[in-house]
């Protein structure tokens, strides 16, 4: 969703975070629309930053192992300040990596058991970036 | 009040220094320029200064000068963009962003070219803050001399830059558009904004005042926007700002065979080095621009030195005696017209201020 959105519509981030948030579930969605909030209302003077602050709040309802805040983190701290197409590499690279780790979890969660208390929310992510 | 709207994209502690700012030197400021790593420096009435971190001013880099650091700068450059560099990477390919309020921001960095094109702008490392000023009426005081038999003539404004030809130009544009009782009908005025520095369109709004009946080609080349123009809106007038290129100079030629009225800007010191310029000699050998008004900052910026006719013979030179103009003769006045600062110091031809002449033109409506 953020991908056509930047790509194809060129919406300003905020509004493409809004966007992306109404296709999206908790606690991703509300991931989405705070940092949407924060950037506008300039309480964060970073997309990275917004996006930490917003993490933290949902903290308890989400999952995410550090290897994924690392990857959603590192895809924040490119998002809007390059073109369209470096853009598109940056979510496209962040959506391989998160499938990888998707899948890394999927073959501990055989071992273990404890596949839904973490495939929920990353699903959620992914669905979030491919929705197209 | 304008001056927080065009410090309000920058950091906290630039922005703090700036709002500490007295008032006069608002009305003096042209210019901020951001340089990652760098102090930041302001242009005022055309002179460049350094800021100290309390706010002073200094022609000398102060030990405690204000520096942009990176940090600052890449907070200012997100806002600026609204985290979205990629929405606005057509303008920043040409090198500016339109801010709203008709401000603009230049930019610098490391040009990514592919085919011999600059493809986009990246490492961007300087920013200029220019402050686009409307002034409302300035160009009111100079419409009768650029009439003859009632009809406005195809005008050129020219000078060095940052002499005030947009701002001049603008509310040329909004006067001709509007009309001004008892001097001019409103005209269908359509403007090609190249650099989106006439209107500042925003979302395809322009932020300043162009009058009820201009219609705006937004950042669209001029000699390809003249013929969409002429091909699409019908205009009676037609402006456009930095006439400067071959293809420009026959747009405007065809603008002007089609019966349609010019009134264009161009940089240039003075009418010699006007036609110097091989590219703008059609123009002078059909004679197609019957005024030229000569514009300088003896005064301040603004000061219309000269209006010439379309053999360059001074209609009015600023500090002589004037010659009759559209028929009629204006007096010996001495000629000082300048209106940098808050712009009183222009004498009308009408005897009318120009605060009072804008006043009229906006009750007409």
């Not at chain 2, 700036?18 to 005022?44: F, N, S």
């Not at chain 2, 009676?236 to 420009?248: F, M, T």
């Not at chain 2, 100079?249 to 091989?278: M, Y």
């Amino acid at each position: 969703m953020l991908e056509t959105e930047i790509s194809y519509a060129l919406s300003p981030l905020t509004s493409a975070m809004q966007t992306a948030a109404c296709h999206a579930q908790r606690p991703v969605a509300n991931v989405l629309q705070e940092s949407a909030i924060r950037l506008q209302e300039r309480q964060a003077v970073s997309v990275a930053q917004a996006w930490e602050v917003g993490m933290e709040a949902e903290r308890d309802r989400s999952a995410l192992l550090p290897n994924d805040r690392a990857i959603l983190l590192s895809l924040c701290a490119a998002l809007g300040r390059s073109d369209r197409s470096e853009q598109q590499k940056h979510l496209r690279l962040a959506m391989e990596r998160l499938a990888q780790a998707e899948e890394a979890a999927r073959r501990a969660a055989e071992k273990n058991g404890r596949l839904w208390s973490y495939l929920g929310p990353l699903t959620g992510i992914l669905v979030a970036l491919i929705l197209i | 009040m304008p001056v927080p709207e065009l410090i309000s994209c920058l950091a906290e502690p630039l922005r703090a220094v700036l709002a500490g700012l007295d008032e006069r030197t608002w009305q003096q400021l042209e210019e901020v320029r951001l340089r990652k790593g760098r102090p930041l420096m302001v242009t005022l009435s055309g002179f460049s200064f350094f800021l100290t971190r309390t706010g002073k001013i200094c022609p000398e880099l102060p030990g405690d000068a204000l520096i942009v650091t990176e940090r600052a700068f890449a907070e200012t450059l997100a806002v600026m963009t609204k985290h979205s560099l990629y929405a606005v990477e057509e303008q920043v390919r040409s090198g500016f962003l339109t801010l709203s309020g008709g401000h603009r921001a230049g930019l610098v960095g490391r040009a990514v070219v592919e085919n011999g094109q600059v493809r986009s702008l990246q490492q961007i490392g300087g920013i200029n803050l220019r402050f686009g000023r409307a002034v409302p009426g300035i160009a009111v005081p100079l419409l009768p001399y650029l009439l003859a038999t009632g009809r406005l003539q195809n005008t050129l404004l020219l000078s060095a830059p940052g002499a005030g030809k947009t701002t001049l130009l603008r509310d040329l544009v909004r006067c001709v558009s509007t009309g001004v009782p008892g001097l001019l009908v409103g005209l269908r005025v359509g403007v090609v904004d190249e650099r989106s520095e006439i209107a500042g369109c925003q979302a395809g709004v322009p932020q300043h005042d162009l009058g009820p009946q201009t219609d705006v080609l937004d950042s669209c080349p001029k000699a390809e926007g003249i013929m969409m123009l002429l091909r699409a809106m019908s205009p009676q007038v037609v402006a456009c700002d930095e006439v400067g290129s071959h293809a420009d100079v026959q747009a405007l030629l065809e603008a002007l065979h089609a019966g349609v009225i010019v009134l264009a800007t161009v940089h240039a010191g003075t009418a010699a080095q006007l036609q110097a310029r091989p590219v703008l000699r059609p123009l002078f050998e059909e004679k197609v621009f019957q005024r030229l008004v000569l514009l300088g900052r003896s005064q301040g910026v603004g000061t219309i030195e000269a209006i010439y006719d379309d053999n360059l013979r001074p209609l009015l030179k600023r500090g002589t005696k004037d010659v009759e103009v559209g028929g009629g003769s204006v007096g010996d006045r001495r000629m000082q017209w300048h209106w940098t600062g808050c712009g009183g110091g222009i004498p009308a031809p009408t005897g009318r201020a120009p605060v009072v002449a804008y006043r009229l033109a906006g009750a007409g409506n």
